[in-house]
Every structure is written in structure tokens, then in C-alpha cells.
Nanobody, 122 residues
């Protein structure tokens, strides 16, 4: 059974930074992050393929980066200059193939972590 273990969420003030980590229990082709704010649909934040090619939501490109260490089975999401609208539950996701793209539908990622809360105060 695939397990995605997330860590790194928390509460910060606007302008602060957080790093989210996700460790996979088995190799997955595509890994990344989605988020869901209260009352809103899930949206892709960033995903990364086995070659380290990132796909980041266009509106987040200037603040978020994603990286992957396949030797450790780990994916990191570095979030800078956080805004209150970034407040959401962040979920690590994984899939075994294409599309490995942030704009792919959530259904394309069969495996989800339990989520880690990020709260940004003004």
C-alpha cells in the first residue's frame, strides 16, 4: 500500500515562508502537491516528474518551487512570500504516469496523503 507522509505545515504571517515535505513509501513516476481552501475546489500547486522537471501553477511561479530527491523518495515544496489566500490544506499526490502536470485533474493522481494545514495570517 502506497503511503505518502507529509510534514511541514503550520501557521505563518504574510510574507513568511514554509517548506512542505512528502516522503513516498514506494517509487512513483509523478509526485506533487494540490491544495484545497474552505469552500473551494482542489487545485494543483506543483508537480514534478522523475527527471526533476517541475510543473507549477502559473500564478504561483514567482513564489513556489518544487524539488525532488529520488534517492530519498522525497518531494519538497518551498513556499515563499506567503499570502493569506495561500491558506489551505495541502495534499501530497502521486501517480504512475502521465499526465504529470499541475493542471491535470485531481483524478489523475490516485494516491493522496492525509494533508497538512497551512495558515497564513495578514
Amino acid at each position: 500500500q502506497v503511503q505518502l507522509a507529509e510534514s511541514g505545515g503550520g501557521s505563518v504571517q504574510a510574507g513568511g515562508s514554509l517548506n512542505l515535505s512528502c516522503v513516498e513509501s514506494t517509487y512513483r513516476y509523478c509526485m506533487g502537491w494540490f491544495r484545497q481552501a474552505p469552500g473551494k475546489e482542489r487545485e494543483g500547486v506543483a508537480v514534478i516528474d522523475p527527471w526533476g522537471n517541475p510543473s507549477i501553477a502559473p500564478l504561483l511561479l514567482d513564489r513556489f518551487t518544487i524539488s525532488r530527491d529520488k534517492s530519498k523518495g522525497k518531494v519538497d515544496l518551498q513556499m515563499n512570500s506567503l499570502k493569506p489566500e495561500d491558506t489551505a490544506m495541502y495534499y501530497c499526490v502521486a501517480s504512475d504516469g502521465e499526465p504529470c502536470a499541475v493542471l491535470a485533474q485531481p483524478a489523475n493522481f490516485p494516491d493522496w496523503g492525509q494533508g497538512t494545514q497551512v495558515t497564513v495570517s495578514a
